[in-house]
Structure formats: structure tokens, C-alpha cells
């Protein structure tokens, strides 16, 4: 930690009028942050009263966040326990220990005594506050109370027991995200059923792949959704699912797109109002569980192979998310709640959660940038959000766009950002800063759908440094490790977590020796969570991603995270996207990288020495490619995230085991057999 910097890890801070930072390039701009929060912001926010309970309840006075950090992992019963009473978690408990065999990872019970229910602490509110503001990409906009969402789920619930769904049972969503995905989650979650969703522009064999490994009793299907100005039908797929999965019982079909044909091209599904509507008027039972009951299944990529099941506790899920909105994010009731994501990725639950803070959420199903790139922005000025969270390939493609908010939007609601995805460049913190809007909390966050939360996350307390993540998670007993295998500072290695922490998964489906989870992620370090991130805690004890462990560049020897080379790619105005790889070559590993350029530029030896010169001013000879290659697509996930692993196998001649998780697969052939990696 930097003592020197004003307010830099203080909880409570010293007081400060400075807020922002200028955003030059200059040395002496490099040792500031680029935002400082208020003393009044400080003050004000839940990270501080929080810090004040624990010096009420326990005396323990704290004078910095490292401090409290450690303390958070030094003391995990005392600091679950604190944020258990401090987010005011609805549930019976008994007073014994919260965490048992602590010293066991995996292996760690937290709560063991406690019975909740997750759907009950999302549905605390029961009054005419809005609970969901909706919006399509055609324009489409609807809202619904926090009562009416109430009463939505108690039917939808009523309606599940009545065809035999009961603990334990699968539901499932081929879902956009619209209200009736959360209505349909909740109500599972109410009965101690387990959600799990993909969101509708999955191929079939990638829900089959997934919903197959899973057998849901019910399945929950739109109809169609919107995107890049495009309605798309899914009532094709969906019979297809229906046809090819013997487990489910019963097809919800909800009709996001008006096609009054739809019961007659699936008549063996059941329209959404027609499913609830017996049963208005119901009372809302919501089944005590224990901490570790199953919540959610979620899914890994799946790009090598068939994706692994990951299963989530409700009592885990919901500590976790609580700790992270209400302290890390400062999320409170009268904040507006907006994150672009798809029912596919785990930020879709780490959204809902907000309800269990009452904060009003925002839910948008379509393309970011339909019909122009400021689009999202319009809606963050429309409904006020004050809480953006978006990806950070979204902040670069905004910025490479010209979209400048600040000079076309008003934005006074908004107060903190949220970015998350991939690695943020320096470059878009600095546009953040400078085009958007001076006064916010940006934070990089990184996590995974693993722990369907984060390890290393924003802080409202904290400055915000460029290219860095503000610091480490509370409860989180957060390392990066050298190939030694011990900890370090300020030195790149494996991102690790060395203690229990609640919403680690409680197991993967069908994996009854847990061999598939030991192998995952024990088998580095036996008893320590290895994430597969190679990263850096730096000086300001904040964290720096350098990109994926098993797409480490090691050319000469010498590691190379991917980030490091991306983010010097992103400065370039004639370079739209990249992709990076390491290709086997002569008893070596060269850097190969593919570059998508702006229309009407071409990878002439000009444009190939800048982007060579650029990478090698700001990081070293080994970065610079040996390869640079123009390609019209990048591969990613449907979730948005690159597949360097991918792209190599098909570089290298070898098989991508899985391409049905990827978003375009067919970008993957331009790839193949290439002229210039063969000499």
C-alpha cells in the first residue's frame, strides 16, 4: 500500500475535497488515481457502516481496507456471521458454529443449523415500489412492482407444485431476460426446486448438451426474442427440445415476440398467463432449506469438451451476492440496478440478486448497440440508472465508436460503473474518466461462473488506479503464486484463493467422487482453489488480470499474459478486435496475433510495424508478435468472451471438441490451414 496517497485505503477517510485526478499521460498523472471518492461518499456508504457495526458489536476499529481484509480472512466466522446480521438475512438459525471443518477445501460447512429460503430474501419487499423495469430492443417497456412480482411468483409457484415439481427437481429456462425468467427462477427457488437457464440464441446442441446432463422437469421457452433489429424464432428449436428430452413434463412457452401462431406451431406447450392464471390469489409458501441446498446450475464455457455442470447453494449464492452489492458495489434501496447481460451468463444472477437489497433493476434482452451505439446509454439516462455494468469489450467498442456521454447524455444518477468479461485496458479507464463521467466508481470486477461471484472487485471507498482492480474481496483469501508455488507481490503468477469461502460450488452434477471438481480446480495446489487466472497484486494492493492461465503466452521461456498484449492493441484506431495465441513452433512458442481492422484498412508493413511498436514501447521485445495476421471475425463464447484456447487448437491442426458454445463458430475457419504460420 502507497501511505502517501490521500484517502487510499481509509475506512473512515481523512478528510479530502479532491475527487477526480487529471487523466494525462504525464509521470506525475501516473502516480495519482484517476478518481478518489468523497469524504462524504465515504461516509455515506455501506462499506462504512458496516466497518461501524464491527466496532459496535466486536470493538474492532480498522484503519484501512487492507486491514479489514485481512481480518475477513483471518476471522471467517466472525466476518460471515457480521455480514449475515449486517444484510439482515431472512432465516432461522441456530447459534453454533458458522463455518465447520474450516481447515477442509473442498469440504467446509458454513451455517450448518441455519434453514432459508433464497426466494424469500429476494421478495422481502411486498410493496408498490418497482421491482423490474423491462426493456426490449424493439422499445418495449414494462415494469413490475415489487407486490405484483410477489404475486407473480405465487402463482407460478402454485402452478409448478401442481405438476409435481418439489425439492430437488430441475427447471429450466430457454429464456431472454425479461420478467418472466426471474418470475419463473424465483418461484423454482421458493420450492427448493434448482433453476438452471441458457439464454435463446444457444444452437440446440448446445442446450441439449447442457439441459441433457440436467433432465428438467419443466422447461420455460420464449417464443422468439430481438436482436440487431431481427425478430428470431425459437419455436422451431423448442419443439425440438421438447422432442429430444424425455424428462420434462411440461413446456411454459412465454411470448416475447407477438406470434399468434405459437400454440399452433408447439400445441403441446402451455402459454405463460395461461399457466399462472388458475391460480390467482395464492399464498406464496416458500420451503425452509439448508445453507447448502442446491440453488442453481450453472455451466463452464464448454469449448473443450462437454460443459461441466456446476451446482450452487442458495445460502452461499445469496451471502456472497449480498456481501458484494451492498459493500463492495454500495448498493442500496433506492438505487437502480442495470447489467447487460443474457440468462446464459452468471451476471444474470448476480443481477436478480439485487432484489434481496430492494433496489429497483433494470432488465434489457437485445443487441448493445441497436439501434445505435449509444443506445444503452439512452436507456442508463431513461430510467436513472445508478449502477452500469456492462463488459469491457462493450467500454472499447463504445469508445472505438466516438460515443462521447458526457457531451450528449445527462447522467447525474449514475455513480458507479461496472465492467467485467475480460481484462479492462487502461485505455478505457481513461475514456470512462474522460468521456463519460468524471465523478464514478469504475470497477473492474473478475470472478467467474465457478463461484458465480467474484474474487477481486471494486470498492466504494477505495481510489480508482488505471488498468487495475480496486482490491481484493472481503472473505476472500485471495494470493497470486509463483511457479514455486508461493505467494508473491507485485510479480505476475497463478490467482488463487487459499481458505474456504461460501459460494464455492457444492458440487458438479453427475460427479458423485467429485473427481471432475477436485481436477477443476484442487489439482495445482491440493486444499487451495486455483482459478486459472494469471494475475498480479500490485503496489496499491489492488489486482491486475493478465489474461486466462491456460492461454499464457511462453515464448522463450518467458510467461506472457494475453491482456498485456491486448491492451496495448486496443490504442490502435485501425484495430477493432484481437485475438492472441501461442503457436508451437521449432522447439519454441511464438506469439501469433490476429487483428480485425476498421473497414477500408489494410495490414500493410506500416500498419504492422505500428501495432509491433506500440506493443513493444509499453511492454517488452518478447510481447511483440512474430505473426500478425488480418482475420474478418473473432471467435467468442456466447457470453462474449474470446476463445484463445479454440483458436489455437484449429492453428495447431487439432480438434475444437465443442464449437455449439460458441456465439459464431464459423468464424473458427479462418483460422485453418493459413499460409503464413506454416514458415
Known amino acids: 500500500m502507497d501511505n502517501s496517497t490521500p484517502s487510499s485505503q481509509s475506512i473512515p477517510p481523512k478528510k479530502s475535497n479532491s475527487q477526480n485526478s487529471s487523466h494525462n499521460n504525464s509521470p506525475q498523472a501516473k502516480n495519482r488515481p484517476l478518481w478518489q471518492p468523497s469524504a462524504e461518499r465515504i461516509e455515506n456508504s455501506n462499506l462504512t457502516r458496516f466497518a461501524g457495526q464491527l466496532e459496535r458489536e466486536l470493538g474492532l476499529i480498522f484503519t484501512d481496507y487492507q486491514q479489514l481484509h485481512q481480518w475477513s ?87 409448478l407444485r401442481q405438476r409435481g415439481v418439489n425439492q430437488g427437481d430441475r427447471v429450466a429456462g430457454f429464456m431472454p431476460n425479461v420478467p418472466e425468467t426471474v418470475v419463473a427462477m424465483l418461484a423454482t427457488a421458493s420450492i427448493g426446486a434448482i433453476w438452471s437457464s441458457c439464454s435463446p440464441d444457444f444452437g440446440i446442441n448446445g442446450v441439449m448438451d447442457r439441459f441433457g446432463q440436467i433432465e428438467p422437469k419443466v422447461l420455460f421457452g420464449c417464443n422468439g426474442y430481438f436482436y440487431n433489429g431481427k425478430t428470431i424464432d425459437t419455436l422451431p428449436r423448442l419443439t425440438e427440445i421438447w422432442n429430444n428430452m424425455a424428462s420434462i413434463q411440461e413446456l411454459v412457452i412465454v411470448p416475447v ?80 440496478l442495470f447489467y447487460f447481460t443474457t440468462c446464459g451468463w452468471m451476471m444474470w444472477n448476480w443481477l436478480v440478486s439485487g432484489l434481496a437489497s430492494e433496489a429497483t433493476l433494470v432488465l434489457y434482452d437485445g443487441s448493445p448497440f441497436y439501434p445505435e451505439p449509444a443506445s444503452l446509454i439512452d436507456l442508463a439516462e431513461q430510467e436513472k440508472v445508478s449502477i452500469f455494468g456492462t463488459s469491457a469489450k ?23 460503473v461496472l465492467s467485467t468479461g475480460s481484462p479492462l485496458s487502461h485505455e478505457s479507464f481513461r475514456y470512462v474518466y474522460r468521456d463519460i463521467k468524471s465523478d464514478i466508481c469504475l470497477s473492474s470486477i473478475s470472478g467467474g461462473t465457478d463461484i458465480i461471484s467474484c ?95 491456460d492461454a499464457v503466452l511462453n515464448p522463450g521461456g518467458v510467461r506472457i499474459g494475453t491482456a498485456e498484449i491486448y491492451r496495448q492493441v486496443e490504442k490502435l484506431d485501425e484495430v477493432i478486435d484481437s485475438i492472441c495465441i501461442g503457436q508451437s513452433w521449432e522447439d519454441d512458442v511464438r ?25 513493444r514501447s509499453e511492454t517488452t521485445p518478447r510481447h511483440v508478435p512474430a505473426k500478425i495476421i488480418s482475420v474478418k471475425d ?35 475457419e479462418q483460422f485453418r490451414d493459413i499460409p503464413e504460420l506454416q514458415c
Open 73 to 159: 480472512v483471518d476471522q471467517p466466522q466472525q466476518f460471515w456471521e457480521q455480514v449475515w446480521r449486517f444484510c439482515d438475512v431472512h432465516a432461522s438459525r441456530g447459534w453454533r458454529n458458522v463455518l465447520e471443518d474450516g481447515d477442509q477445501f473442498p469440504g467446509a460447512r458454513w451455517f450448518e443449523e441455519s434453514r432459508l429460503n433464497f426466494a424469500e430474501n429476494l421478495l422481502r419487499n411486498r410493496s408498490d415500489k418497482i421491482a423490474l423495469i423491462s426493456r426490449l430492443e424493439n422499445g418495449s417497456r414494462r415494469t413490475i412492482s415489487y407486490a405484483e412480482l410477489y404475486q407473480q411468483v405465487a402463482q407460478c409457484a402454485a402452478a
Open 591 to 615: 506469439v501469433v496475433l490476429f487483428v480485425v481492422l476498421r473497414e477500408g484498412v489494410e495490414l500493410d508493413e506500416a500498419l504492422q510495424q505500428k501495432i509491433r511498436s506500440t506493443i
Open 634 to 668: 473473432i471467435p467468442r463464447t456466447i457470453s462474449g468472451k474470446i476463445v484463445e484456447l479454440a483458436v489455437r487448437n484449429v492453428v495447431q491442426g487439432e480438434v475444437v471438441k465443442n464449437t455449439d458454445a460458441l456465439a459464431n463458430p464459423e468464424a473458427l
Open 257 to 336: 415476440v407477438d406470434n399468434p401462431d405459437t400454440l399452433e406451431c408447439v400445441p403441446v406447450g402451455t402459454l405463460f398467463d395461461d399457466f399462472l392464471r388458475p391460480h390467482i390469489g395464492r399464498e406464496l409458501v416458500f420451503t425452509p432449506l439448508q445453507f447448502n441446498h442446491p440453488l442453481y446450475i450453472l455451466y463452464s464455457s464448454g469449448t473443450t469438451g462437454v460443459p461441466k455442470c456446476i451446482v450452487h447453494s442458495a445460502g452461499g449464492t445469496l451471502v456472497q451476492h449480498l456481501k458484494e452489492q451492498q459493500l463492495h458495489t454500495d448498493l442500496k434501496p433506492d438505487d437502480t
Open 394 to 416: 462493450y467500454i472499447s467498442a463504445l469508445e472505438k465508436a466516438g460515443v462521447v456521454p458526457r457531451e450528449s447524455h445527462n447522467l447525474p444518477h449514475l455513480k458507479t
Open 455 to 549: 474474487f477481486v472487485l471494486g470498492n466504494p471507498c477505495l481510489p480508482v488506479w488505471e488498468g487495475e482492480i480496486q482490491c481484493r474481496g472481503l472473505g476472500m483469501a485471495v494470493e497470486i503464486r509463483d511457479q514455486t508455488g508461493n505467494p508473491v507481490v507485485q510479480q505476475k503468477g497463478e490467482l488463487v484463493c487459499s481458505k474456504p469461502f461460501p459460494s464455492a460450488p457444492i458440487q458438479f452434477w453427475n460427479d458423485p467422487k467429485n473427481e471432475k471438481y477436485l481436477a477443476a480446480y484442487f489439482e495445482t495446489y491440493p486444499g487451495i482453489w486455483a482459478q486459472g487466472d494469471y494475475g498480479e497484486i500490485t503496489e496499491h494492493n489492488g489486482v491486475i488480470i493478465h489474461g486466462r492461465s
